[in-house]
């Protein structure tokens, strides 16, 4: 178990004995509402992409689960067509290119997600990205 899975396992152990629920009685089980461990949805989107309002309204919606933590940045991916990206800033473009070069990409798109640091879907299709967050979870 992870640091943070002790920490939130104490927290609820301490919850629940003070609240006079958990005793030496078998509880019954319960459905858990949210994963143990939050799961980080980052989305890298630009103001010239034809894609990102869809990827913008997905993440918007899975972003209101509980469990998620949902970021957006702003790059400047298209600016090489005359005008710039009003949201973009180098430090975002920076960190997309390490996600980049860290999950071995050979390119960074708009719009991307990045899961958890771990894996990314290019776009943001709502059963795509609710599997991956499922899967992360």
Avoid at 103 to 132: C, F, M, W, Y
Wanted: proline residues 7%; aromatic residues 8%; contains cysteine.
């Amino acid at each position: 178990m992870t640091a943070w899975g002790r920490i939130r396992a104490g927290m609820v152990a301490t919850a629940l004995t003070g609240a006079g629920l958990l005793t030496g009685a078998a509880a019954p089980p319960f459905e858990r509402d949210a994963p143990v461990q939050p799961v980080v949805v980052e989305l890298f989107t630009a103001q010239g992409c034809s894609g990102c309002p869809d990827a913008n309204r997905t993440l918007e919606a899975v972003a209101d689960e509980p469990g998620v933590i949902a970021l957006t940045y702003g790059v400047g991916y298209w600016d090489y067509l005359g005008w710039s990206d009003t949201f973009a800033k180098p430090e975002f473009a920076a960190r997309q290119q390490a996600y980049r070069q860290a999950l071995k990409l050979r390119n960074a798109p708009t719009p991307q997600v990045v899961i958890d640091g771990r894996r990314h879907l290019s776009g943001a299709r709502s059963p795509e990205l609710q599997a991956a967050i499922d899967a992360e979870a």
